[in-house]
């Protein structure tokens, strides 16, 4: 267990390639014909999607304006297949570290094509910005739109309360950036009380939550308040989300393409112990070849 946490910290010295080659399960591929495939390929095992444009790595305000036209493709491409998906973005990607204002007019130019746009929930340093964009879009009579909480913070109860009036639309997850321990909850106890108390504070509001986790004590939890849709990641537990579907219960799966594939995948990877053993072991390997 040590060992896999030493590991685990060491995945940002492993080669690029070769973490292309572990994560590929969790990313659709770089085009957005690989998703529209994989879309396809899920909507036909009865899953709905949520398709995410990666691009947080971006550093200009044009990258910024190229991933939102890439959301005006993919909206393209939903329409054009008739495939059962939203989109998820990122804020970084549409240039909030750059500027709120021009994430801001991005954000709008995705909203304008009327389809239902989840904006993810990012590191602490983003956290108010975000609950900001959000409240001022529903403010404007944006109701397209959906906002992710993050049960590790300890901010998120109170976050809740203050969105309660807005009788938000939520994708509650664990949370998944490295945050200090006065800003997160650290035990998996901890954040799963958290998680549970996030979730019956949100369902009393009369919100519209989607519970997004392959922890199987909050499957149950969300079973047990019958919520209304359950959400995975590519790549995680595709067979549990097949059980759901099975018993009735609407799952979306959350599909990521693009060329800035780096990010996300070391995301995934780290939240997978036995696989950053493996990968360890292949970099090993192949350092020892060179
Ligand atoms: C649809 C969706 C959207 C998300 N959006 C956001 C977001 O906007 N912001 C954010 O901070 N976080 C987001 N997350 C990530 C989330 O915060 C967690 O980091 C992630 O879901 C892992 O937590 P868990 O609840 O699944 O529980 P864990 O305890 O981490 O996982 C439970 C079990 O699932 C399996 N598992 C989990 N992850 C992996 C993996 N990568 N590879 C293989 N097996 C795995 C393991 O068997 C593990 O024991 C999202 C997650 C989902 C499902």
């Not at 949370?175 to 997160?184: D, F, H, R």
């Amino acid at each position: 267990m040590f060992l896999d946490r030493a590991l685990v910290r060491l995945l940002p010295a492993v080669p690029k390639p070769v973490v292309q080659r572990f994560s590929s399960r969790y990313i659709a591929g770089s085009t957005l014909s690989d998703a529209v495939g994989v879309v396809r390929r899920l909507n036909a095992e009865g899953m709905l999607a949520t398709i995410d444009v990666l691009g947080e790595e971006i550093t200009h305000a044009d990258e910024a304006r190229a991933i939102a036209r890439a959301y005006l493709d993919v909206f393209d491409a939903i329409e054009r297949d008739g495939l059962d998906a939203n989109v998820s973005v990122k804020l970084t990607s549409l240039g909030l570290k750059l500027s709120y204002d021009l994430c801001k007019e991005n954000v709008l130019e995705v909203l304008a094509q009327g389809r239902f746009v989840r904006i993810d929930m990012e590191d602490s340093t983003t956290t108010d910005a975000t609950l900001r964009l959000y409240r001022e879009l529903r403010k404007a009579g944006h109701d397209n739109v959906g906002v992710v909480l993050q049960a590790y913070l300890r901010r998120t109860l109170d976050d809740v309360r203050a969105l309660a009036d807005l009788k938000p639309n939520v994708r509650l997850c664990k949370g998944i950036y490295v945050e200090p321990p006065s800003l997160a909850y650290r035990g998996a106890d901890s954040v799963r009380t958290s998680f549970v108390q996030c979730l019956d504070t949100l369902l009393e509001a009369g919100a519209y939550v989607a519970v997004a986790t392959h922890d199987e004590k909050l499957i149950a939890e969300a079973l047990r308040r019958d919520v209304p849709e359950l959400q995975m990641l590519l790549g995680v537990r595709e067979d549990r989300a097949r059980e759901l579907v099975a018993d009735g219960r609407r799952v979306r799966i959350y599909v990521p393409f693009g060329e800035q594939w780096y990010a996300y995948s070391l995301r995934r990877l780290q939240e997978n112990p036995a696989m950053a053993t493996t990968i360890a072991r292949a970099a090993v390997g192949r350092a020892l070849r060179l």
